[in-house]
């Protein structure tokens, strides 16, 4: 299955004529920075979980709204999940296109078979090059350790960035992950939860050695300050 399917991925991985980085504003007519009622105005066509929906016209919160898997998203010959998570102002603030391929963990409701390292890095740049050539150069999310790591554990991108190799380099054995971004300080403010970064797209890919499952997010994000009158804690309703 998994031959016959980057058989068919290798078509697409041809070079690229280049072409003009466009800015990073959203993604399938859905704008970073929309209310809840303006993305769901933009996409009708989604079905918009009834619960989650009055979840997050609630405010002030942070949310996720989570699309049915009927809309997964083509990409190639890969499909992928819209998520949208709204900050505790009403706006939109992250647009996700994400799923899990293979193992026990699979997105699907049977179990599918086992994916290795290499076929999971293999669909990581799959994806990496049409994301590039849209947004610009992307390079590894953490520029401090890619200068200290020696030349065979970098690779480079379609554009000349460089990333490390997926490894288990966090604080789960056996969770091997990699990441790169079009802009690493907004990127490194997103996830120390800076209240206003610039936006950006992100990929990134965990493959699970126990599970043998393969994990591919497409991220795209910005933050925007607090705006009218949010609620930070339980004291402040007292």
């Known amino acids: 299955m998994h031959r016959f399917l980057f058989a068919a991925l290798a078509l697409f991985l041809l070079p690229l004529p280049a ?3 466009e800015p990073v504003t959203g993604w399938g ?4 920075g929309m209310s809840v009622e303006e993305a769901k105005a933009a996409r009708p066509e989604f079905d918009w979980a009834d619960e989650d929906f009055a979840d ?4 002030p919160k942070t949310c996720n709204l989570y699309t049915l898997r009927k809309h997964g998203v083509k990409i190639g010959k890969l499909t992928l999940d819209p998520a949208f998570s709204f900050n505790a ?3 939109l603030e992250k647009i996700r296109l994400a799923r899990t391929f293979g193992g026990l963990q699979s997105s699907f409701s049977d179990a599918e078979p086992r994916v290795s390292l290499a076929e999971c890095h ?7 090059e049409p994301l590039e050539r849209k947004y610009g150069l992307m390079t590894d999310a953490n520029p401090e350790a890619v200068a200290s790591s ?6 480079t991108t379609p554009l000349g960035g460089r990333y490390r190799h997926p490894s288990d380099k966090g604080s789960k054995p056996g969770s091997y992950w990699a990441s790169v971004t079009t802009n690493v300080e907004a990127n490194q403010q997103s996830y120390e939860h800076v209240s206003s970064f610039d936006a950006h797209a992100e990929l990134y890919m965990n493959w699970d050695r126990g599970e043998g499952s393969c994990h591919l997010n497409i991220s795209y994000q910005q933050g925007f300050a607090p705006s009218g009158g949010a609620i930070s804690g339980m004291e402040d309703q007292l």
Do not use: D
């Open 19 to 21: 072409q003009a980085a």
């Open 29 to 32: 007519g859905l704008l970073l």
């Open 56 to 59: 997050c016209i609630s405010l």
């Open 122 to 128: 293999e669909m990581f740049r799959y994806l990496l």
């Open 89 to 91: 102002s009403g706006r």
């Open 150 to 155: 020696p030349p065979e554990k970098l690779h």
